[in-house]
């Protein structure tokens, strides 16, 4: 079982920038790793996903661009920088850790552990 923890989050002004971390109490180098947000009254989604390697780096059309995901095996960590933040980037952001297959990525169901989530406030 792997444990979860973001940090990172803040509130900060249209324009700048945040660099969110997930560290992971087990290895990660298993597991196929992503971001989630989710904001007040809608639905958790895709933000970003990172193969096993991570030498597959999707992101949602919204960030591309602006986002960058990557991750440190070694330290067990996830990153998202996230660059030219926008108001409706606010939310809640979630790392998440898959055993699954690398083909639903985009799912939330393919994800096994979630962490409790940062919170990411952009200011206009």
């Known amino acids: 079982q792997v444990q979860l923890v973001e940090s990172g989050g803040g509130l900060v002004q249209a324009g700048g920038s945040l660099r969110l971390s997930c560290a992971a109490s087990g290895r990660i180098s298993s597991y196929a790793m992503g971001w989630f947000r989710q904001a007040p009254g809608k639905e958790r989604e895709f933000v970003a996903a990172?193969?096993?390697?991570?030498?597959?780096?999707p992101r949602a059309d919204s960030v591309k661009g602006r986002f960058t995901i990557s991750r440190d095996n070694a330290k067990n960590t996830l990153y998202l920088q996230m660059n030219s933040l926008k108001p409706e980037d606010t939310a809640v952001y979630y790392c998440a850790a898959s055993s699954g297959s690398w083909t639903y990525y985009l799912s939330r169901n393919n994800y096994d552990y979630w962490g409790r989530g940062t919170q990411v406030t952009v200011s206009s």
């Open positions: 990172i193969s096993r390697m991570g030498g597959n780096t």
